[in-house]
């Protein structure tokens, strides 16, 4: 199958802009408008009709989902889950330390783990409960298939119980936006246990994805509308300001900002992709880079932790700026640039090694 290479772009992009989030940089807010909704618009726009025109397509497809989320979460968590006691020893982690004056967001382990423990938490994430803490963006993987999942069941139940297309379109809007609107009332109440909050609202960003797969002939790209889309973009920047959307913990500024800032962040990438696609180079690099967005996002906090510990080395840092969570570098101007460039080589290199040690062991067999 063909490759779209404008969504490999978009991809690309995208994944570059969690990076870029995740390492301090200065544009964060403005990234965190729409990044992650871009994620969930572009996987709905690849929901196809016939993912749930019968139960064995349902079946097929919730099996292909399986192999393609459910796998990488319990792989990347079970992973870095067994080595733990390793990460201790490394300071990757750190036992939490009452009154710091860092005001503490470390990663909270406080004894090295035993064979008990291992056993707890690897049950834990089976049922996708846990996700490691150096394995934090795996959470996506995680809303995604259970969107997934639901997406297709509804659209399955939707279309054996309506008589006409129309009437199918209707039903789906309304219980996209039922959906969506009940993410929000959970936001107000701050309850996200299992992500359910989350899992709601970004299922709108989903459908989204779907309605622009149906109406992106009707959609066009000019200048005019790309620096429309983003001057709003800024302006919700500043109005939302210092406010950050959150959406792993289904927190954003209103239900109306969350649907238009992801709609016009979609469209403002969209566009970019589609003129850097004139570029071969361009679409080849950034293209391969979407094409291995699920390294990047599973890996890039690893090789934040490696190169963290080379800069305490280097500007003899306090060893606690490791325990923290996210790249807390803010002495040394243009850090975030390396972070970037190790946050994604870091993972495709992985990827390159993995893959050849997997055809080593095949030609053995």
Not at 70 to 94: E, G, H, V
Not at 128 to 142: D, H, M
Not at 350 to 364: A, G, P, R
Request: glycine share 4%.
């Amino acid at each position: 199958m063909n490759r779209n290479s404008t969504f490999d772009i978009i991809k690309g992009i995208g994944i570059i802009l969690v990076v870029l989030g995740h390492c301090g940089f200065i544009f964060s807010n403005f990234i965190y408008l729409f990044h992650m909704p871009l994620f969930f618009i572009v996987s709905g726009y690849f929901f196809k009709e016939t993912n749930y025109d019968n139960l064995l397509k349902v079946r097929d497809y919730l099996k292909r989902k399986i192999k393609q989320l459910y796998l990488p979460y319990i792989i990347t968590n079970l992973f870095f889950l067994y080595c733990t006691n390793i990460f201790i020893k490394l300071n990757f982690y750190s036992a939490r330390k009452p009154n710091d004056p860092l005001g503490w967001t470390g990663y909270d382990i406080v004894d090295p783990f035993n064979i008990k423990l291992y056993f707890f938490k690897t049950f834990q994430t089976l049922i996708l409960y846990l996700r490691e803490l150096i394995s934090g963006p795996t959470w996506v993987l995680k809303v995604l298939f259970f969107i997934t999942i639901f997406s297709c069941l509804i659209h399955y139940l939707c279309k054996k119980s309506c008589k006409t297309d129309k009437q199918f379109q209707i039903i789906r809007f309304f219980i996209s936006l039922s959906v969506f609107l009940v993410g929000y009332i959970l936001q107000i109440l701050k309850f996200n246990f299992y992500q359910i909050g989350t899992i709601l609202t970004c299922s709108m960003f989903f459908y989204m994805g779907i309605l622009y797969q149906q109406y992106q002939e009707k959609i066009k790209i000019n200048l005019i509308t790309f620096f429309i889309s983003f001057t709003i973009l800024i302006i919700f920047c500043f109005i939302q300001y210092p406010y950050r959307t959150e959406i792993y913990i289904n927190s954003y500024y209103n239900p109306f900002s969350i649907i238009l800032t992801s709609a016009l962040g979609f469209y403002f990438l969209l566009s970019i992709s589609k003129f850097l696609n004139r570029n071969k180079k361009i679409t080849d690099i950034i293209g391969y880079i979407g094409e291995n967005t699920l390294w990047i996002l599973c890996l890039h906090p690893f090789f934040f932790k490696c190169l963290t510990l080379i800069h305490i080395h280097l500007y003899k840092e306090p060893i606690t700026i490791l325990y923290k969570h996210s790249v807390d570098i803010t002495t040394h101007d243009g850090w975030w640039i390396l972070y970037t460039i190790i946050g994604i080589i870091g993972p495709l290199t992985t990827k390159f090694y993995v893959n050849k040690i997997i055809k080593f062991i095949k030609i053995l067999n």
